[in-house]
């Protein structure tokens, strides 16, 4: 079946790092991707999405482009806050449902 | 818009009980699903339900059941608790068609003591 595997975690980066979550995933079709939000206590937020290859979702500084030929959509962000310290997971549309990645915890020091 | 609400937040229940989990959707949307998320893990799809049927099940075994009302709210029920059962359920409602709208509540925390 689909799946998703992201790069394991914590990830730990000072104030204004740049950052990267590296996701990829194995798909028989052209599925939808997408990048969720998890703080403390609270439950999942969509950060942002792409429906199709060399699409670029984008939301709060955080970008991820769908790469259909290296079938990965890696999150990025130019310059982290203590904010942003959060689990984020990759998922992909399967049919109605969502797959998703183990997560990666980020962690940001000021 | 109101979002998903999901109650209670946490629960403690005593190994082979039987526990019901409340879900109501999002305003516009007739769809829920349902997610288990164990302790450092991405979420599992449970099942999906529309027009009160269910509408796609993940690899849980048939103690894990639901329903669907009219008004799309929703219950997750489980019965003869297990251990492994622990976990955050997670409920996600969407419109029909659109699989990319989905909103998720924040969920229930189960304990099986």
């Known amino acids: 079946g689909d799946s998703v595997t992201q790069m394991e975690g914590p990830v730990t980066l000072s104030e204004e790092a740049f950052l990267t979550i590296n996701c990829t995933y194995t798909?028989?079709?052209?599925?939808?991707l997408f990048w969720y939000v998890q703080y403390p206590g609270e439950g999942l937020q969509l950060l942002l999405k792409a429906t199709k290859a060399d699409d670029k979702g984008s939301n709060k500084g955080f970008e991820a482009t769908y790469r259909k030929e290296t079938t990965s959509f890696h999150l990025e962000k130019g310059s982290v806050q203590v904010s942003d310290s959060a689990v984020y997971f990759c998922?992909?549309?399967?049919?109605?449902?969502?797959?998703f990645g183990a997560g990666t915890i980020l962690r940001v020091k000021s | 818009e109101t979002g998903v609400t999901q109650s209670p937040t946490h629960l403690i229940k005593t190994r082979g009980q039987q526990v019901t989990l409340r879900c109501s959707s999002q305003?516009?949307?007739?769809?829920v699903s349902w997610y288990q998320q164990a302790l450092g893990q991405g979420p599992q799809f449970i099942f999906q339900?529309?027009?009160?049927?269910?509408?796609g099940r993940g690899n849980f075994p048939p103690r894990f059941s639901g329903l669907q009302f009219p008004n799309y709210s929703s219950e997750l029920n489980v019965n003869a608790l297990e251990l492994d059962d622990s976990a955050l359920y997670l409920c996600?409602?969407?419109?029909?068609?659109?699989?990319?709208?989905?909103?998720f509540g924040s969920g229930t925390r189960l304990t099986v003591v």
């Open positions: 998922a992909l549309s399967d049919g109605n449902k969502l797959v």
């Open positions: 996600a409602s969407s419109l029909a068609g659109h699989s990319y709208g989905y909103t």
């Open positions: 798909a028989t079709g052209y599925p939808s």
């Open positions: 305003s516009g949307h007739n769809t």
């Open positions: 339900y529309y027009r009160e049927e269910e509408n």
